[in-house]
């Protein structure tokens, strides 16, 4: 049976961090869906089909990642999907046990979907999209961090404050 995996995020704006997991998760799973998920408690800067738009350039040349949004409950995408694999990216201890509680919570709702982490590299260890959107506000070289068709219109989007 083929395997189907899920990756979840905002992808706020997408990272190197992210595009490494995908990276990754698409030489592990015969087929990696990557998804914009809505998360209200944030404030994004793209929309979710910005976003979708975006990662599905970064992506085109792997040809099995498909780009998705999802705006409901992950558990239901991804049964609705025919897969059974949430894929997450760890980039430290403090990421590990906020997906650990998610994938005890996806596990309580759904208990036949099973959670994979994979660890980022090290060189990606310390991006989040929180630190290179603060960074491109003020301004900071953001060039090591996202790729250029992601800088020109996050810093076109965020200004710089002076």
Do not use: W
């Not at 992808?11 to 990276?23: K, V």
């Not at 979710?48 to 995408?77: F, H, Q, S």
């Not at 025919?82 to 709702?109: C, H, P």
């Not at 090290?122 to 999209?129: A, D, F, R, T």
């Amino acid at each position: 049976m083929a395997s189907r995996a899920v990756y979840p995020g905002s992808f706020d704006p997408i990272t190197y961090g992210h595009l490494d997991i995908i990276q990754r998760g698409s030489r592990v799973f015969d087929e990696l869906l990557v998804v914009v998920a809505d998360n209200p408690a944030k404030k994004p800067l793209f929309s979710m089909v910005e976003r979708v738009d975006i990662m599905k350039g970064l992506t085109k040349k792997l040809k099995n990642v498909k780009i998705d949004l999802c705006e409901g409950l992950l558990v239901d995408y991804v049964r609705s999907k025919k897969a059974n694999i949430i894929l997450r990216g760890i980039r430290s201890f403090s990421d590990f046990e906020y997906e650990f509680q998610m994938a005890l919570a996806n596990r309580a709702i759904s208990a036949d979907i099973e959670t994979v982490f994979i660890m980022t590299s090290e060189k990606y260890s310390y991006i989040s999209s929180r630190l290179i959107k603060e960074a491109a506000g003020f301004g900071a070289d953001i060039s090591k961090f996202v790729p250029e068709s992601v800088r020109g219109p996050l810093m076109k989007r965020i200004g710089v404050r002076k």
